[in-house]
């Protein structure tokens, strides 16, 4: 895919639809979504904002664990398909936040570090087959768009597009 440096908020939009995709068809709700993310008490100055809300639940099962991992990983996978490039998200530098929190996450259910990257190597693998199919690509290209055009999107908003493609 050849794209300019003009096109850095698509990417953008499509690595956040990515993440919300995600989180959607794992059952999370999500509150907003918005390019140039200002640093705020949690995170840094960053290119996009994905916030989503898991609803009640205890943070240390490791099946909420793994819904966390997927949806971290699932806005490098998004931008990796768009691109039609197959970057590793420990190595390029916009993505090395989101590969650091599946990792920290990660360690809460394997300890071993070389396991543990190849469990999010394989994550990210499955990810790319699913996320590259429909229901799941038609979903990301459409919130991509939809973002890239208000440059911020609230709950309702991001619920009509998702629940359009994802029931």
């Known amino acids: 895919m050849n794209y300019d440096l003009e096109d850095d908020e698509t990417l953008t939009a ?81 993505w090395q936040d989101d590969w650091a929190k599946a990792m920290q996450t990660c360690d809460e259910i394997i300890s071993d570090p070389q396991r543990r990257t190849q469990l999010l190597e394989k994550i990210i693998v499955t990810l790319h087959h699913h996320l590259g199919r429909d229901p799941y690509w038609p979903a990301i290209a459409s919130l991509a768009d939809e973002l890239a055009a208000h440059e911020q999107l609230e709950s309702d908003q991001i619920a009509e597009v998702l629940t359009f493609w994802i029931r």
Request: aromatic fraction near 12%.
């Open 14 to 94: 499509y690595h956040e639809a990515g993440h919300a995709v995600v989180a959607h068809a794992l059952g999370a709700t999500i509150d907003s979504m918005q390019l140039w993310g200002e640093a705020d008490e949690f995170l840094p100055d960053r290119f996009g904002d994905c916030r989503v809300n898991w609803g009640r639940v205890d943070p240390n099962l490791d099946w909420q664990r793994q819904r966390e991992i997927m949806t971290y990983l699932g806005g490098p996978v998004a931008e990796m398909i768009y691109r039609s490039e197959p970057l590793h998200p420990a190595l390029y530098g916009p």
